[in-house]
């Protein structure tokens, strides 16, 4: 079974059914059976509350109409605290939803997101952070591996996915060999040689998760991020799917 932990609405069409049926045509080539969506057709950085609840109201009908193909992460922006624990009631314990997703709108080392973390973990909810080393400096309050590794010492019983291992993804493994319960997914970069087996050397086989960021990616392009790894083939199940299904306790 290949899980796709990470990928986005922003394939064509208008509703979640178009959107919906077009990467699950895709996924189905190359074997994805379960995809992890968060976000909505628009990235909005720094999201006010009614354009959260607009992309979570996108996704979980998604999910509503293929709940065999799609899990979600409610998409919370922490700055607006008492919304984003409304959020998680809402769309976890009431709703779909898996799990929870942290873009570009607070660094996740603040204060805010230790109420997050802390219901995450109460309720066995993973949290997919975005984290980035940018060359040119990251972006107004964008979150780096090394802010995720200060939440994820505060919150130990919380598992967190490392999205995109920090860009920089040698930096972004480094600053994590320390978070047992923060996990790294292979997307959002190209499919350069050596990740898979560097994540997979310093962090262990069960901290690596497949993701492709698709549609913005390719699946096919990150999944030769594992397939062409030189690591066993136990390994290469674990990362395409066998860790994800712990995660989500599947």
């Given at each position: 079974?290949?899980?796709?932990?990470?990928?986005?609405?922003?394939?064509?069409g208008?509703?979640?059914?178009?959107?919906?049926?077009?990467?699950?045509?895709?996924?189905?080539?190359?074997?994805?059976?379960?995809?992890?969506?968060?976000?909505?057709?628009?990235?909005?950085?720094?999201?006010?509350?009614?354009?959260?609840?607009?992309?979570?109201?996108?996704?979980?009908?998604?999910?509503?109409?293929?709940p065999?193909?799609?899990?979600?992460?409610?998409?919370?922006?922490?700055?607006?605290?008492?919304?984003s624990?409304?959020e998680?009631?809402?769309?976890?314990?009431?709703?779909?939803?898996?799990?929870l997703?942290?873009?570009?709108?607070?660094?996740?080392?603040?204060?805010?997101?230790?109420?997050?973390?802390?219901?995450?973990?109460?309720?066995?909810?993973?949290?997919?952070?975005?984290?980035?080393?940018?060359?040119?400096?990251?972006?107004?309050?964008?979150?780096?591996?090394?802010?995720?590794?200060?939440?994820?010492?505060?919150?130990?019983?919380t598992?967190?996915?490392?999205?995109?291992?920090?860009?920089?993804?040698?930096?972004?493994?480094?600053?994590?060999?320390?978070?047992?319960?923060?996990?790294?997914?292979t997307?959002?970069?190209?499919?350069?040689?050596?990740?898979?087996?560097?994540?997979?050397?310093?962090?262990?086989?069960?901290?690596?998760?497949?993701?492709?960021?698709?549609?913005?990616?390719?699946?096919?392009?990150?999944?030769?991020?594992?397939?062409?790894?030189?690591?066993?083939?136990?390994?290469?199940?674990?990362?395409?799917?066998?860790?994800?299904?712990?995660?989500?306790?599947?």
């Amino acid at each position: 079974m290949i899980i796709d932990c990470h990928v986005h609405p922003t394939a064509p069409g208008d509703d979640p059914r178009a959107v919906g049926e077009y990467m699950i045509h895709f996924a189905d080539r190359v074997g994805i059976e379960l995809m992890g969506q968060s976000l909505g057709p628009t990235f909005i950085q720094h999201a006010t509350p009614g354009e959260i609840e607009s992309d979570n109201d996108f996704n979980q009908t998604m999910i509503e109409l293929f709940p065999e193909r799609y899990f979600g992460y409610a998409n919370l922006n922490p700055n607006y605290l008492r919304h984003s624990m409304d959020e998680i009631e809402r769309r976890v314990v009431d709703g779909p939803f898996a799990g929870l997703k942290l873009w570009v709108a607070l660094r996740c080392n603040h204060p805010n997101a230790d109420a997050v973390a802390r219901r995450a973990g109460e309720l066995g909810a993973p949290i997919l952070q975005h984290t980035f080393f940018r060359a040119g400096g990251n972006l107004p309050e964008e979150s780096s591996p090394v802010h995720l590794a200060e939440l994820a010492a505060r919150h130990p019983a919380t598992t967190f996915i490392a999205a995109h291992a920090g860009l920089n993804w040698e930096m972004g493994i480094g600053a994590l060999i320390d978070s047992p319960n923060v996990l790294v997914d292979t997307c959002g970069f190209d499919p350069e040689m050596g990740y898979t087996e560097m994540a997979v050397r310093e962090l262990g086989a069960e901290r690596v998760v497949y993701g492709s960021d698709g549609s913005g990616r390719s699946f096919a392009s990150q999944l030769a991020k594992v397939h062409g790894a030189d690591i066993s083939d136990e390994q290469k199940a674990q990362i395409l799917g066998g860790n994800m299904k712990r995660v989500l306790g599947l």
